[in-house]
Nanobody, 120 residues
Framework: QVRLVESGGGLVQAGGSLRLSCAAS????????MDWYRQAPGKQRELVASITSDGSTNYADSVKGRFTISRDNAQNTMYLQMNTLKPEDTAVYYC??????????????WGRGTQVTVSS
């Protein structure tokens, strides 16, 4: 069984920073691409940032220059450093990962999310 657990969310004022973490655990053989998504109330879930196993990154236009995605492959952990936060960044942030399990199955897993609230 594989679990993804996000942490690091909270309440912050506009212009502030937060660092989210996503830790993967369980019967993992390897982890391919990892992503951060977010979903604001009344809106569809959207892709925020992606990182491949070799460290290549991609960002949504709305967060370029403010957010930085990274990962520690040895710890099976992904991070999202969020700077210069805006009220429109308020959402539940989810991590997603393509994981090869110990039984050689390739499955995309989701975490349960962490709330980020940015006050104006």
């Amino acid at each position: 069984q594989v679990r993804l657990v996000e942490s690091g969310g909270g309440l912050v004022q506009a212009g502030g920073s937060l660092r989210l973490s996503c830790a993967a655990s369980g019967s993992i053989s390897s982890i391919n691409a990892m992503d951060w998504y977010r979903q604001a109330p009344g809106k569809q879930r959207e892709l925020v940032a992606s990182i491949t196993s070799d460290g290549s990154t991609n960002y949504a236009d709305s967060v370029k220059g403010r957010f930085t995605i990274s990962r520690d492959n040895a710890q099976n952990t992904m991070y999202l450093q969020m700077n210069t936060l805006k009220p429109e960044d308020t959402a539940v942030y989810y991590c997603n990962a393509g994981i090869v399990t110990s039984t050689r199955s390739w499955v995309y897993y989701w975490g349960r999310g962490t709330q980020v609230t940015v006050s104006s």
